[in-house]
């Protein structure tokens, strides 16, 4: 089973862009799913996660009030609402599948399954 991400692109800052992901060959039922990203020179960072039933969410300080995580089961995706982008929210941003229900673990990483990554731009 993969993970497709996609969604990512050029903005400007104080723009928006919607992350999408979803597995092929295959689904994830019963898993939490979330985003990382990567900025050049930089470690993965995590930065956001939802429950399988969506009820539940976990989100890094530096992305509160701005991003939103949410999924449709039925559609099998989830997605990531960035608003109030910001030069530093520049990164590769991956999507990521776990059985870890604890979603305070997320930011351990180290998670089951990874999709491709997708690049976010925001110019100043």
């Known amino acids: 089973v993969q993970l497709q991400a996609s969604g990512g692109g050029l903005v400007q800052a104080g723009g928006s862009l919607r992350l999408s992901c979803a597995p092929s060959?295959?689904?994830?039922?019963?898993?939490?799913l979330g985003w990382f990203r990567q900025a050049p020179g930089k470690e993965r960072e995590f930065v956001a996660a939802?429950?399988?039933?969506?009820?539940?969410?976990n989100s890094a300080d530096s992305v509160k009030g701005r991003f939103t995580i949410s999924r449709d089961n039925a559609k099998k995706t989830v997605y990531l609402q960035m608003n109030s982008l910001k030069p530093e929210d520049t990164a590769v941003y991956y999507c990521?599948?776990?059985?870890?229900?604890?979603?305070?673990?997320?930011?351990?990483?180290?998670?089951?399954?990874w999709g491709k990554g997708t690049q976010v731009t925001v110019s100043s």
């Open positions: 990521a599948a776990d059985a870890q229900s604890n979603l305070g673990l997320w930011v351990q990483g180290g998670m089951e399954y």
């Open positions: 060959g295959g689904t994830f039922v019963g898993y939490a």
């Open positions: 939802i429950s399988w039933s969506g009820d539940r969410t």
